[in-house]
Structure formats: structure tokens, C-alpha cells
């Protein structure tokens, strides 16, 4: 059975995460010949069909992974976890208080999360490499954040991830993770809510 990753063109300013989706799914890039390794046969690994274009990486339905357990403290202190938002398409932000493009992208990041609430949509942070809570808050303050942080300042929770689907040294990264619990959409580096609606329309209207 072959198993497909496409990647979805959005215009120029978001990261391609076609490595992380590689490791992500066991996969390589599909070129014609044979996988590396071997030419197939019986224990062969599924070959996995890689298209990738300038932009995000959107991961097809049959191919994604569940995403690593995520819980604990939000910035003012209260239990947080993602589990608490299955059922609903959730999208995953890294970010820090003194990482310039996570400012670049913060308020286009509240801005879609109140315009897409009401289609079942829900979005989380998760504040790393920030041991002050307070220039965490500031942060969030400064840019009217309505969605819970996750704190996590020695970068624990990202290294849960393997590192090429959420390297803990490449800030912002953002993930849209499917009503499942899956892994559906990975973008390195900022990203504007114009790049970022179109992608997260596909994993809302897979209903």
C-alpha cells in the first residue's frame, strides 16, 4: 500500500518541514528508483510518496502520527493538556518571549484563533526557553493572547517530538494536529494567518 505526503504551496514565509515529515512518517523521497536500503520485498518498509514545494508540508490522513502526550502548567499556573482538546482541530505553537519572529506572528496567531473558535478550532502555545514566567506573561499581555501556554522553559515537552518534526533550536514552529490527535500540517518558522488559513480550512472540513 502506498502511503502519500503531499506539500501544499502557501506563499512565501513559512518554513518547509519536508525533513521533519520524512522522519515523521518513516518515509523518503520518492524518486522512482528503490527505497533506500534495499529494492523492496518481503519486511520492505511502506514507501511513502514525498512532494515537496515551497511552504507548509501537509501530511495526508492515512499517513499521520499521533502527537506526543502534552501536558502540564500553563503560564499563570493552571493544568493544561493537550488531550483536553481532542475531538477539536488544534493548532500547536512554539514560541518564546525573546524570539523576534514569534513576535512577528503573534498577533495574526490571536487573530485567526478568534476567527476560527466557532469552527471547532482551538490553538495552544507552548513557551519554551522563557525560566521567567513574567516575560512570558508580558508577552502574551503585550499581544492580547486569548489561548493557553503551555510553560515549558527547559524545553522538556519539545523533546517528546522527534527532533526534525519540532527542533527545540528552531523558533517559531507551528503544527495543525487533526481531530484524531494527529500530526496533519508542520511549518517551520513564522507564519502569517493568511498563509496559515487555508491549511488549517483543509483539516477543518475533514469533519
Known amino acids: 500500500m502506498r502511503r502519500r505526503v503531499r506539500a501544499a504551496a502557501v506563499p512565501a514565509g513559512a518554513g518547509l518541514a519536508v525533513a521533519a515529515l520524512l522522519l515523521l512518517t518513516?518515509?523518503?523521497t520518492d524518486h522512482g528508483g528503490a527505497p533506500a536500503g534495499g529494492a523492496g520485498?518481503?519486511?520492505?518498509p511502506v514507501r511513502t510518496t514525498v512532494r515537496a514545494a515551497a511552504g507548509a508540508t501537509v501530511v495526508d490522513r492515512d499517513a499521520r502520527e499521533e502527537t506526543p502526550a502534552l501536558a502540564g502548567e500553563d503560564l499563570d499556573g493552571k493544568q493544561v493538556s493537550l488531550a483536553?482538546?481532542?475531538?477539536?482541530?488544534?493548532v500547536l505553537n512554539v514560541w518564546g518571549s525573546w524570539c523576534a519572529p514569534c513576535r512577528a506572528e503573534a498577533d495574526d496567531l490571536e487573530r485567526l484563533s478568534r476567527q476560527t473558535r466557532d469552527e471547532g478550532v482551538r490553538f495552544l502555545g507552548i513557551n519554551t526557553r522563557d525560566r521567567d514566567r513574567a516575560a512570558a506573561q508580558s508577552f502574551v499581555r503585550a499581544h492580547g493572547l486569548s489561548f493557553p501556554s503551555l510553560h515549558d522553559p527547559t524545553g522538556e515537552l519539545l523533546l517528546r517530538f522527534p527532533p526534525a518534526v519540532l527542533n527545540p533550536q528552531a523558533m517559531p514552529s507551528t503544527l495543525v494536529i487533526d481531530r484524531r490527535g494527529r500530526i496533519a500540517v508542520a511549518i517551520g518558522g513564522a507564519v502569517t494567518?493568511?498563509?496559515?488559513?487555508?491549511?488549517?480550512?483543509?483539516?477543518?472540513?475533514?469533519?
Open 26 to 28: 518513516g518515509a523518503w
Open 41 to 44: 520485498g518481503a519486511g520492505a
Open 84 to 90: 483536553g482538546f481532542r475531538g477539536q482541530v488544534v
Open 193 to 207: 494567518a493568511e498563509q496559515l488559513r487555508p491549511l488549517l480550512a483543509r483539516v477543518v472540513e475533514e469533519g
